[in-house]
């Protein structure tokens, strides 16, 4: 086997197991210590591992939160999708609170009712949602986070405390066994507050974020009620909504 083939063999390796020593490169390919600790040599020069003591593991991995405007335009056509689906649930005369998520924008798009307050920290949403008549906007007051495009701070929290309301719908940067998780905490921290003020939590993901946790933590699996995706997730994912008692609706292509 030419090194070229090992260290793509290696790699397989470490993607299923997350370590490996040299003695086990040793003995799956039949090569010297030397041969082996080169191999490992030469895969942490092209940065695709980190060497420990006696081996190696895979580097963490994080994805990228891209700004508002690129979020919009990443899986565009799943969160239509998603969206849609979400503002089906939604019925004349409720009260809910829209979070800052590009996903849950497509579901204030998608608002077909003509009598219904929303409460958002999202100037994309209030600014969507000002076009649509009988539409009762409340634009929580705080810090801009202008990047992301989404009022935080104290004062959000606050006054998120003084409402109560039909239905939540947020979105997720990752939802996991660990539960449901985002990039920054201060965005964190009022979907948590949006969390406790609803007597239905619904969460936004198309199948990208299922099974992925990110940096901040902000609610755990058993806190949200029904989790909208575009994409039926496998077995295993089904098995832990179940044992959290989350409802699953996937939102399928419309045929004609």
Known sequence: MYQEERLISILDYLKEHKRITADQICSHYDVSKDTARRDLVKLEEQKLIIRTRGGAILPSSHTEIKDYQN????????????????????????????????????????????????????????????????????????????????????????????????????????????????????????????????????????????????????ADLHEIDLLITDKEPDKSFRDLLDKNNVELLVAEEETT
Not at 74 to 98: N, P
Not at 138 to 156: D, I, N, T
């Open 71 to 218: 979020r919009l335009e990443t899986v565009s056509y799943e969160k239509e999708l998603i969206g849609r689906k979400a503002a089906s649930l939604i019925r004349e005369g409720d009260r809910i609170i829209l979070d800052a998520s590009t996903t849950v924008q497509a579901c204030a798009e998608f608002m077909n009712v003509t009598n219904a307050a929303v409460i958002t920290n999202s100037i994309n949403q209030a600014d969507i949602l000002s076009s649509k008549p009988g539409i009762q906007i409340h634009l929580l007051g705080g810090e801009l986070q202008k990047e992301h495009r989404f009022l935080y701070g104290s004062s959000v929290v606050e006054k998120l405390s003084k409402y109560h309301v039909d239905k939540v719908f947020i979105g997720v940067v990752g939802i996991s066994e660990r539960g449901l998780s985002i990039a920054h905490e201060e965005d964190g921290m009022v979907k948590r507050k949006m969390i406790s003020q609803a007597s239905q939590v619904i969460a936004l993901a198309d199948h990208s974020k299922l099974g992925v946790t990110d940096f901040f933590l902000y």
